[in-house]
Antibody, heavy 127, light 107 residues
Framework: EVHLLESGGDLVQPGGSLRLSCAAS????????MSWVRQAPGKGLEWVAN????????YYADFVEGRFTVSRDNSQNTLYLQMNSLRTEDTAMYYC????????????????????WGRGTLVTVSS | AIQLTQSPSSLSASVGDRVTITCRAS??????LAWYQQKPGKPPNLLIY???ILQAGVPSRFSGSGSGTDFTLTISSLQPEDFGTYYC?????????FGPGTTVDIK
């Protein structure tokens, strides 16, 4: 069965750091791009970062502002998000999400939608 | 960044009703749009991708249409299990963005 399991969320003070992990199973992890998506309590979904396979195509949302680093270890089937200089507004459930295989139509191929999500790990930034 | 708006922000409908949710992009995105359903305390679930392709395992009462800037998610006959919040997401370029969501509850 395909599965994503996030961990590493915690209560941290403003300015602190956390490293989130996402363990993948049931599919060939190295073949797929992955993203982090977050959701503040009671709010909508917000894309955070993307990393391609095998570690190229790294992109971040504007609000990251150089504070977060996404990485992956294909030998361990694990995705990471290193978060530094955390702010209260970073408080959210953080989901890892697997991007799909390519769907091609009319000469255009699409793959940047998310067909598998983990259950999330909660990051709380508060003093 | 491309902005997505959704309407309505919430709706209440009866079982069997036809429900339509609209997503509008701030610039043309072709067919690079997906729809997700999220239930409280759960992660999102992919319903529709590339604007109109039904994800495997999703009931056929869900359908998507549109291209360019205007997109629609339709539930042909609302079922009790269809409550939740529905989000559109564009993947035309980085940064990806999600719409603000439409909350559906059952009368």
């Amino acid at each position: 069965e395909v599965h994503l399991l996030e961990s590493g969320g915690d209560l941290v003070q403003p300015g602190g750091s956390l490293r989130l992990s996402c363990a993948a199973s049931g599919f060939t992890f190295r073949n797929f791009a992955m993203s982090w998506v977050r959701q503040a309590p009671g709010k909508g979904l917000e894309w955070v970062a993307n990393i391609g396979d095998p570690g190229r195509n790294i992109y971040y949302a504007d609000f990251v502002e150089g504070r977060f680093t996404v990485s992956r270890d294909n030998s361990q089937n694990t995705l990471y998000l290193q978060m530094n200089s955390l702010r209260t507004e970073d408080t959210a459930m953080y989901y890892c999400a697997k991007r799909s295989t390519s769907y091609c139509i009319g000469g255009t191929c699409y793959s940047a939608y998310f067909d598998l999500w983990g259950r999330g790990t909660l990051v709380t930034v508060s003093s | 960044a491309i902005q997505l708006t959704q309407s309505p922000s919430s709706l209440s409908a009866s079982v069997g009703d036809r429900v339509t949710i609209t997503c509008r992009a701030s610039q043309a995105i072709g067919s690079a749009l997906a729809w997700y359903q999220q239930k409280p305390g759960k992660p999102p679930n992919l319903l529709i991708y590339v604007a109109s392709i039904l994800q495997a395992g999703v009931p056929s009462r869900f359908s998507g249409s549109g291209s360019g800037t205007d997109f629609t998610l339709t539930i042909s006959s609302l079922q009790p299990e269809d409550f939740g919040t529905y989000y559109c997401q564009h993947f035309n370029n980085y940064p990806f963005t999600f719409g603000p969501g439409t909350t559906v509850d059952i009368k």
